[in-house]
């Protein structure tokens, strides 16, 4: 069992930047590939990033290359999501996904945090 823990959202204005972070639970963090996730109010759940278990493999959203990074540090089994010229329909609920991997299909992820709340105002 991996439990997922999100930080980092808020309330911030078009054009600026947010870092959210996962902390994961488990001593064997480095060996799942992480993804980031996103769900806005009365829409899907869609894929934003995901990066394989060594960082070695980096996945985005056409949504969001070019303006978020994601990385990981397996000595603190954090995983981030740095958005930068966020926009309005950035608004979401973003959760960090742990699984075996490196996908956008949300079925391929074992374990999901509860989510923090991104808001974009224009």
């Known amino acids: 069992q991996v439990q997922l823990v999100e930080s980092g959202g808020g309330l911030v204005q078009a054009g600026g930047s947010l870092r959210l972070s996962c902390a994961a639970s488990?001593?064997?963090?480095?060996?799942?590939?992480m993804g980031w996730f996103r769900q806005a109010p009365g829409k899907e759940r869609e894929f934003v990033a995901a990066?394989?278990?060594?960082?070695?493999?980096?996945r985005y959203a056409d949504s969001a290359k070019g303006r978020f990074t994601i990385s990981r540090d397996n000595a603190t089994n954090t995983v981030n999501l740095q958005m930068s010229n966020l926009k309005p329909e950035d608004t979401a609920v973003y959760s960090c996904?742990?699984?075996?991997?490196?996908?956008?299909?949300?079925?391929?992820?074992?374990?999901w945090g509860q989510g923090t709340q991104v808001t974009v105002s224009s």
């Open positions: 990066i394989s278990w060594n960082g070695g493999v980096r």
């Open positions: 996904a742990a699984g075996s991997v490196v996908a956008a299909g949300s079925s391929y992820y074992d374990y």
């Open positions: 488990r001593r064997t963090f480095e060996t799942y590939n």
